[in-house]
Nanobody, 126 residues
Framework: QVQLVESGGGLVQAGGSLRLSCAAS????????TGWFRQAPGKDREFVAH????????YYEDSVKGRFTISRDNVKNTVYLQMNSLKPEDTAVYFCAALVRGRIYATYDIRAYDYWGQGTQVTVSS
């Protein structure tokens, strides 16, 4: 069973950058698309970005388009989220997960995902 571990979060000023990593432990990403989600205090977990297994297809939530870039290295079993021009509203715990029910739910739908990591905190100060 795939276990995902996020890292790379931290405290950054508005306009700064962070790169998050999502590494597979105890298994591989083989064949799985991967998504990043985030959850701010008191809010539902929301879709941020997705990348297909091959890396050819990517999808972004509108508010992060042009600022965030999702990528993957299947040799290293790692998916990345490069976050630039960060804003205070990007503050949240960021989670990665594997797309396991993509034939039933839309790519941006949280129900399509499983094997969630524990999350990494991103805090953007103004």
């Amino acid at each position: 069973q795939v276990q995902l571990v996020e890292s790379g979060g931290g405290l950054v000023q508005a306009g700064g950058s962070l790169r998050l990593s999502c590494a597979a432990s105890g298994g591989t990403f083989a064949g799985y698309g991967t998504g990043w989600f985030r959850q701010a205090p008191g809010k539902d977990r929301e879709f941020v970005a997705h990348i297909s297994w091959t890396g050819v297809n990517t999808y972004y939530e509108d508010s992060v388009k042009g600022r965030f870039t999702i990528s993957r290295d299947n040799v290293k079993n790692t998916v990345y989220l490069q976050m630039n021009s960060l804003k205070p509203e990007d503050t949240a715990v960021y989670f990665c997960a594997a797309l396991v029910r993509g034939r039933i739910y839309a790519t941006y739908d949280i129900r399509a995902y499983d094997y969630w990591g524990q999350g990494t905190q991103v805090t953007v100060s103004s």
